[in-house]
Structures are given as structure tokens and as C-alpha cells.
């Protein structure tokens, strides 16, 4: 049963403290997105990635945001320095990079709290 | 400006009646929709999707319309029952970008 996975599940940290979210794509799959879901803006796109290269990151604030793909089997999530405004769900989906019928696999999500 | 909006945040039915989630689209562009189906503390999962060549798509008890002309498109659930109680996201691509954009989702409950 083939599934994205994330670590840690749960994140407490303090402001101005360093976060790595990390994300294990179901294998073969060779699209990766990670995205934002708080209680006002819903699903907001962070980045994504085809082929480990990183295609678009519009939606990631860039001064304090980074995402990247060492290899093809991690993909993670920096925030240095964290603020309260980033507590939110964070969740990683996958693709097989499918054009017209791509469907993601969404992992359980990270859910981080910045105090 | 939000491309993909879903105007509902919230959907109650009776069990056994139909559920009817509604999403409308601004960007001409779009040509692939997708439904995905989200329970509380996990991720979003696929649901039905449906491509811009087709004005329906039927799975099971699920059945997603597509009208291009008013950009718009509605997912059908019948009969709801009281597991398909979650928030359903509309997303939408254009297959040529790669990514989905999605609405901010409707929360479906499912009275028994």
C-alpha cells in the first residue's frame, strides 16, 4: 500500500526557531508539491517540483521559506526563521507528472504551531 | 484572486437524500477538474475528476457536471451517507502548467 509519508506529524516551536518538514514521495511517482492549509486561505500551493527541479515556488514567501528535493525519495520544507503567522497544516502530495489526468497523493500532513 | 472559489463552506444533508457541492472557476485556461475528499487530521484524497471534453462524469454514487460555458462544475452525491462526511475540495489544472489550483473547500455533513 503505497503512501506519501511526512515527518514529524506534529510541530511545536517557538518563534524565530528553524523548522524542517520532511516528505517521502510514493516511489515512481516524479511530481512533488507541498502545500499550505489554514483556516482562511484553504489549500495554498507552496512549491513544486518535477523530476527533483524545483518548476514553480511562486507561492512560498521567499525570505524565510526554502523547499528542496536531495533526492528522489525526500523532499523538505525549511522555514528559518518561524512566526507565529506560518502555524498552519503543511502537506505533501505526489504524481506520477501525468499531463492531462495527474492525480496527487496527498500525505496525513505536518502540523505546526509557532508560538 | 482566487480562480478556484467554492461559495458554500458548508453543506448538511439528511442520510439517503442527494448532496450537491458547487465550485465555479475563473480561468478560461482551466481544462482538467478534479474533487478531492479530506477527513479530519488526514490528507486529501482523490475523489472523481472530469476533462473539459466531457460535460459528466459518473462513479458509483458520485457524479461530477461540467458546464464550461458558466465555468462551473458540481459534484452529486446519491445517496449521501453519514461516511461521506469531510470537506471536498474542487481543484483545477490546466494540463499544460503541471499544477492544480484549488477552492478552499465545503464541509459536508451527512445527518443519519
Known amino acids: 500500500d503505497a503512501r506519501v509519508t511526512q515527518t514529524p506529524r506534529h510541530k511545536v516551536t517557538e518563534m524565530g526557531q528553524e523548522v524542517t518538514m520532511r516528505c517521502q514521495p510514493i516511489?515512481?511517482?516524479?511530481?512533488v508539491f507541498w502545500y499550505r492549509q489554514t483556516m482562511m486561505q484553504g489549500l495554498e500551493l507552496l512549491a513544486y517540483f518535477r523530476n527533483r527541479a524545483p518548476l514553480d515556488d511562486s507561492g512560498m514567501p521567499k525570505d524565510r521559506f526554502s523547499a528542496e528535493m536531495p533526492d528522489a525519495t525526500l523532499a523538505t520544507l525549511k522555514i528559518q526563521p518561524s512566526e507565529p503567522r506560518d502555524s498552519a497544516v503543511y502537506f505533501c502530495?505526489?504524481?506520477?507528472?501525468?499531463?492531462?489526468?495527474?492525480?496527487?497523493?496527498f500525505g496525513p500532513g505536518t502540523r505546526l504551531t509557532v508560538l | 484572486d482566487q480562480q478556484v472559489k467554492q461559495n458554500s463552506p458548508s453543506l448538511s444533508v439528511q442520510e439517503g437524500r442527494i448532496s450537491i457541492l458547487n465550485c465555479d472557476y475563473t480561468?478560461?485556461?482551466?481544462?482538467?477538474f478534479l474533487w478531492y475528499k479530506k477527513y479530519p487530521a488526514e490528507g486529501p484524497t482523490f475523489l472523481i475528476s472530469i476533462s473539459s471534453i466531457k460535460d459528466k462524469n459518473e462513479d458509483g454514487r458520485f457524479t461530477v457536471f461540467l458546464n464550461k460555458s458558466a465555468k462551473h462544475l458540481s459534484l452529486h452525491i446519491v445517496p449521501s451517507q453519514p461516511g461521506d462526511s469531510a470537506v471536498y475540495f474542487c481543484?483545477?489544472?490546466?494540463?499544460?502548467?503541471?499544477?492544480?489550483?484549488f477552492g478552499d473547500g465545503t464541509t459536508l455533513t451527512v445527518k443519519p
Open positions: 480561468n478560461s485556461m482551466f481544462d482538467y
Open positions: 481543484a483545477a489544472r490546466n494540463t499544460n502548467a503541471g499544477k492544480s489550483t
Open positions: 516511489l515512481g511517482h516524479n511530481t
Open positions: 502530495a505526489s504524481g506520477l507528472g501525468q499531463e492531462d489526468t495527474d492525480t496527487q497523493y
